[in-house]
């Protein structure tokens, strides 16, 4: 019995020729073919060729493939508690540093201040200095007693 797509009158012809009477059996009855595919399974999955109970629990099963997707998560979450711990740290530090150098700022003027008022204290005390240098002899003999007076009994000042 010859099939659906040879021509018996013709045998030297290709199965799908034009010159066939019926180039194509599921052209002419489509009920047919979607009876067909009704009928049949669907192709294997890739997950099919492991056996449901490996692919549920070998190395490679969706249990371990959920396991490590877990895992990914958890080790996800860690990173980002960590990073959010270092850019707080971060902040913090950068806080502390710029309060040193505020602080480092005002000691720095501080210290300035103190050396100014060293400066004017020597200065004065140079002028005191001078004033008694060139004060005149009279007031050097008048001053004489009290002078006396003030280094036996102590000063006042």
Known sequence: MPSHNENPSRPDKPMNSPASSVPFQSLSRPELSLRRRESTQPPMEADDIVPQERRKNGP????????????????????????????????????????????????????????????????EKAEADDRRENASTISKLTRAPFDMARSVFGSKK
């Open 60 to 123: 490679y099963g969706t249990a371990a493939l959920q396991e490590a997707w877990d895992k990914l998560y958890r080790a996800r979450a860690i990173l980002e508690a960590e990073q959010s711990h270092l850019r707080d740290d971060r902040l913090d530090l950068q806080g502390e540093i710029e309060a040193l150098r505020k602080r480092e700022q005002a000691l720095a003027e501080r210290e300035w201040r103190v050396a100014e008022y060293e400066r004017l204290i020597a200065l």
